[in-house]
């Protein structure tokens, strides 16, 4: 199954179904369930509206699997911030039970013994 490393407080509002876009510098022509890593390092809540940052507990998990979601499109955005040039349209959000593991760049594959307890 196919992986993406994402920080919190991010993957938290993607499991809550606020987030369905996921900005990349890079698109993908893969499309079907991507299992979510909540990355270690975690970003600040800047650039967030009050309604995400109220629903952001504190004691969010990081460096592991969270969750699996369905990856239905990317768009070329034509942001001039290449962070931004690409949404990943994100569907149908599932927790899974927190998995510790080491998150990779770009797309990865999750190991089979997790992917099948997700599947």
Known sequence: MKALSIRQPYVHLIMEGLKTDEFRSWSTDYRGPLLIHASQRRNDNSGLTRKQCAVIPADLETGGFVGVVD???????????????????????RRIRFKRALGKLRLFEAPDSLARRVA
């Open 71 to 93: 990856l239905v499109g990317v768009r070329y955005t034509g942001d001039p911030n290449p962070a931004m040039a690409f949404a990943w349209k994100l569907r149908n959000p």
